[in-house]
């Protein structure tokens, strides 16, 4: 267990029990300049001791086959509510992706990720709160949704349905504006009156309402 001062905009644990992989990964990510890592360790039982450094994500390592970890969700979830827990696996298993999502997951990402992949998404996810998905994941979620469950768009303008559209096809405000030929704070505006219609506060909410 290692603990680091927090000097840093974001403190990031990790739960993995692969030593290699999770000295790696915590390597990347304290190379961040808005990254520190406050714990890292092996177990949930052991990391839960010191969640009292309030990190403000968590990556829990799960691996294949497991359940347990998957349980845990919950459990970690109840301990710091406001932290971000996102699932690290090589497992693709659409139940297991979905089980870790209804549990209270806000990202899941695959192994096979650079690591400076996902410390960018990383930080994405922190500073304009949208959930870390794998670009394989993604698209697996994306296409399983069309047309099966669409998120309720009662009352949603045109125009807001196409940036609701946009926004959970992973395009950041910025690129919506540029593709749709507006101001960024225009954006911004219709974003307010989206998450006002549907009865949600944060792009997590909208992704998983449009998950689950």
């Not at 030593?19 to 990254?35: A, F, G, K, M, P």
């Not at 990391?47 to 998957?70: E, K, R, Y």
Request: with cysteine; proline share 4%.
């Amino acid at each position: 267990m290692i603990q680091q001062s927090m000097s840093l905009r974001f403190k990031i644990g990790v739960i993995e029990e692969d030593t290699n992989y999770r000295h790696e990964l915590v390597l990347n990510i304290s190379r961040h300049t808005d990254l520190s890592v406050c714990l890292h360790t092996a177990t949930t039982t052991a990391a839960q001791s010191f969640l009292q450094q309030q990190p403000h994500l968590l990556l829990l390592g799960m691996p294949p086959g497991t359940q347990q970890q998957i349980d845990d969700i919950k459990v970690l979830k109840s301990l710091q509510p406001a932290m971000l827990i996102v699932v690290m696996t090589a497992d693709e298993d659409p139940q297991v992706i979905q089980q870790a999502f209804d549990k209270g997951a806000d990202g899941y990402i695959l192994k096979t990720d650079l690591f400076h992949n996902i410390t960018r998404k990383l930080v994405h996810m922190l500073e304009y709160d949208q959930p870390v998905v794998s670009q394989q994941l993604f698209r697996y979620l994306l296409y399983r949704n069309k047309g099966e469950k669409p998120i309720p768009q009662t009352n949603l303008t045109k125009k807001e349905k196409e940036i609701t559209d946009l926004v959970l096809e992973g395009l950041p405000y910025k690129s919506i504006a540029a593709k749709l030929n507006l101001s960024l704070n225009t954006i911004q505006y219709h974003m307010k009156n989206i998450f006002y219609k549907l009865g949600i506060k944060t792009k997590s909410e909208l992704f998983k309402m449009f998950y689950q």
